[in-house]
């Protein structure tokens, strides 16, 4: 008959414990914050915290975010460069829809990493395929995409930028 000892099999309970029920209480994340921007480890890309419009003020966004036209966002990308360096840019759609948080109540989107974000529509860079005069965009109301938006119509902007 083969004896464990009483301290050994407490920890093998334990390291059985752990590896079944851990991943359910241990919150991983994908974010780093810090101030105006947030590092996405997956995407390997850098978030501006705040939406366009608004200002990062020590914990939180402060301001008004605001909804320009898409031919608008070149000039804003260009005052992001010359005031913050790098090279800032739209998001793609997969990188916009990766922010997307579905448990997320009246906001689908990490407000702790992401404050004061409106739950409304933001751009993309990208273009609808089969619709070219209409861009996508990412909704953070319902956390759904659409891809008949057109380029004059207002809509929120959240920047980002490839991590060197």
Same mark, same amino acid.
């Given at each position: 008959?083969?004896?464990?000892?009483?301290? #050994?099999? /407490? #920890? =093998?309970?334990?390291? $059985?414990?752990? !590896?079944? %029920?851990?991943?359910?209480?241990? $919150?991983?994340?994908?974010?780093?914050?810090?101030?105006?921007?947030? $590092?996405? =480890?997956? +995407?390997?890309?850098?978030?501006?915290?705040?939406?366009?419009?608004?200002?990062?003020? #020590?914990?939180?966004?402060?301001?008004?975010?605001?909804?320009? &036209? /898409?031919?608008?966002?070149?000039?804003?990308? +260009?005052?992001? +460069?010359?005031?913050?360096?790098?090279?800032?840019? /739209?998001?793609?759609? +997969? &990188?916009?829809?990766? =922010?997307?948080?579905?448990?997320?109540?009246?906001?689908?989107?990490? /407000?702790?990493?992401?404050?004061?974000? @409106? @739950?409304?529509? %933001?751009?993309?860079?990208?273009?609808?395929?089969?619709?070219? #005069? %209409?861009?996508?965009?990412?909704?953070?109301?319902?956390?759904?995409?659409?891809?008949?938006?057109?380029?004059?119509? @207002?809509?929120?902007?959240? !920047?980002?930028?490839?991590?060197?």
């Amino acid at each position: 008959m083969c004896r464990i000892h009483p301290s #050994k099999f /407490l #920890k =093998l309970i334990l390291a $059985i414990f752990f !590896l079944t %029920f851990a991943s359910k209480f241990v $919150i991983a994340s994908n974010y780093i914050s810090r101030g105006y921007y947030v $590092i996405d =480890l997956k +995407n390997k890309i850098e978030w501006m915290t705040c939406p366009v419009g608004m200002v990062w003020n #020590k914990s939180t966004c402060t301001g008004i975010a605001k909804k320009y &036209e /898409l031919k608008f966002v070149p000039e804003i990308i +260009n005052i992001a +460069n010359d005031q913050l360096g790098g090279n800032w840019r /739209l998001p793609s759609r +997969n &990188e916009l829809e990766s =922010l997307i948080c579905a448990e997320c109540v009246n906001v689908k989107i990490n /407000l702790k990493t992401f404050p004061k974000t @409106p @739950p409304e529509p %933001f751009w993309t860079k990208d273009k609808n395929f089969w619709q070219p #005069k %209409f861009n996508w965009i990412v909704n953070f109301l319902n956390g759904n995409t659409f891809g008949r938006y057109p380029s004059y119509k @207002p809509n929120y902007v959240r !920047l980002v930028r490839d991590r060197n």
